[in-house]
């Protein structure tokens, strides 16, 4: 945040969608809890909503690993950590 000076909120993402479905069954796949029950009768999820990054972006900021990276990263660490 060197480059960014503005009272202006910045968003920090990678830009790219992804539903809860597939967040759960990613940190599911991580973690190993095995096959996710889903209730049919309920709504999948927000609506589509994906974070604007242009502006960090424009100031040479992106993602360095990819979710799947960081949720492995963070299970480790708090497997080593807290458990």
């Known amino acids: 945040m060197e480059e960014y ?3 202006e909120p910045i968003n920090i993402g ?5 539903t809860i479905k597939e967040l759960a ?3 599911g796949d991580v973690v190993g809890c095995g096959e996710i029950e ?9 609506p589509r909503k994906v974070l604007n990054v242009d ?9 360095k690993i990819n979710l799947r990276e960081g949720i ?3 299970y ?3 497997k080593e ?3």
């Open 5 to 7: 000076n503005d009272s």
């Open 25 to 27: 069954e990613t940190i």
């Open 14 to 18: 990678s830009g790219e969608d992804l």
């Open 76 to 78: 480790q660490w708090y």
């Open 55 to 63: 502006k960090i972006n424009s100031l040479g900021w992106g993602p």
């Open 72 to 74: 492995e990263s963070t």
């Open 81 to 83: 950590n807290l458990v």
């Open 38 to 46: 889903w209730d049919t009768s309920k709504p999948n999820g927000t």
